[in-house]
Every structure is written in C-alpha cells, then in structure tokens.
Nanobody, 128 residues
Framework: QVQLVESGGGLGQAGGSLRISCAASGRTSRIYAMGWFRQAPGKERESVATINWSDGNTYYADSVKGRFTISREHAKNTVHLQMNSLNPEAPAFYYC?????????????????????WGQGTQVAVSS
C-alpha cells in the first residue's frame, strides 16, 4: 500500500498563491496516478487535479483550470499543487490520493472511487 502525507496548507490571500505537497511512501513503484481533492464544510469532496505518474498527463477541474498546476517529482515521490490567483472562499481540506497499478480496473480522471490511498488532508483557507 501507499502512504501519503500532505504539507504546506495554511492561509492565503485572495489573488495570491499557495503550494501544497504530498509525499508518498511505501509501495510507490505501484503508483499509476496521483490526485488532489478538496472538501469544504457541508460539501462533498470534489476533484481538483490529477496527474499520471509516468507520463505527466494532467486533468483539472474546470473551476481551477488556468490557476492551479499539479506536478510530480519522481526522485522525491512527491506531488505538488501550485495554486495561483486564489479565490476567497471558506476553508477546505485538500486531500492527496494515489491510484495504484492500473491492472484490469478502469481509471477515470478525478473520480474519487478510482483512487486507492488517501492522505489525512491539509487545510487551506483564503482571506479576502
């Protein structure tokens, strides 16, 4: 199994930037893709961005396209989410997720059920 630990959350300013990271450990050789999801109080968890671990292809939710960038560092088994042009909004927890070996299972970009491992989350808030 893959273990995930997020870092870098905190308070940002509207229009500003924040970067959060997720370090993977354990069976990292099995990682097929990694993604970021977020959940605000009283709302369902939603996909933010996903990256294919080997070829770097990415997927973004419409709400963050052009503002957020997901990237990976193979040497450090780490995925980053660079968040620019932050919108003022309620605090949300950002969760890192990993999909392990594709195998015969389908993988749908940004679909929560298709990920195998989850981090504990890191909180991000944006002040106006």
């Amino acid at each position: 199994q893959v273990q995930l630990v997020e870092s870098g959350g905190g308070l940002g300013q509207a229009g500003g930037s924040l970067r959060i990271s997720c370090a993977a450990s354990g069976r990292t050789s099995r990682i097929y893709a990694m993604g970021w999801f977020r959940q605000a109080p009283g709302k369902e968890r939603e996909s933010v961005a996903t990256i294919n671990w080997s070829d770097g292809n990415t997927y973004y939710a419409d709400s963050v396209k052009g503002r957020f960038t997901i990237s990976r560092e193979h040497a450090k088994n780490t995925v980053h989410l660079q968040m620019n042009s932050l919108n003022p909004e309620a605090p949300a927890f950002y969760y890192c997720a990993a999909r392990e070996t594709l195998g015969s299972r389908v993988f749908r970009w940004g679909v929560e059920a298709d990920f195998d491992s989850w981090g504990q989350g890191t909180q991000v808030a944006v002040s106006s």
